[in-house]
């Protein structure tokens, strides 16, 4: 049987490092005692896209559960209200214009 290789939070740890001192990092590992692996990774992961880096950002992302939600889409991912008083692009179309 191979050996299994748990997560790791080394990545998120070492952006820590260079922003804060060695209590945050050993703090943030020792959430592993209270957190599954795949949950601290999965916080690691989360913190590290919205550049949260530090340990109480971290502990509150396993506290809240957001560690288990799925990421809300960017910006540019999501529309508008789509209604019949939006006057749209061609709205604004200076060659669409009539010139007095």
């Not at 939070?9 to 490092?17: F, H, I, L």
Request: glycine share 4%; aromatic share 4%.
């Amino acid at each position: 049987m191979a050996a299994r290789n748990p997560p790791t939070p080394v990545p998120y740890v070492v952006n820590v490092t260079a922003q804060a001192n060695v209590d945050s990092c050993l703090g943030i590992l020792r959430l592993g005692k209270t957190y599954t692996p795949a949950r601290l990774e999965a916080a690691c992961q989360r913190a590290l896209a919205a550049q949260a880096c530090s340990y109480r950002s971290l502990q509150s992302i396993l506290q809240q559960g957001l560690d288990q939600q799925t990421t809300l889409p960017a910006e540019s991912e999501r529309t508008g209200p789509q209604h019949k008083n939006l006057r749209g692009a061609t709205y604004y179309d200076s060659s669409s214009k009539l010139v007095h």
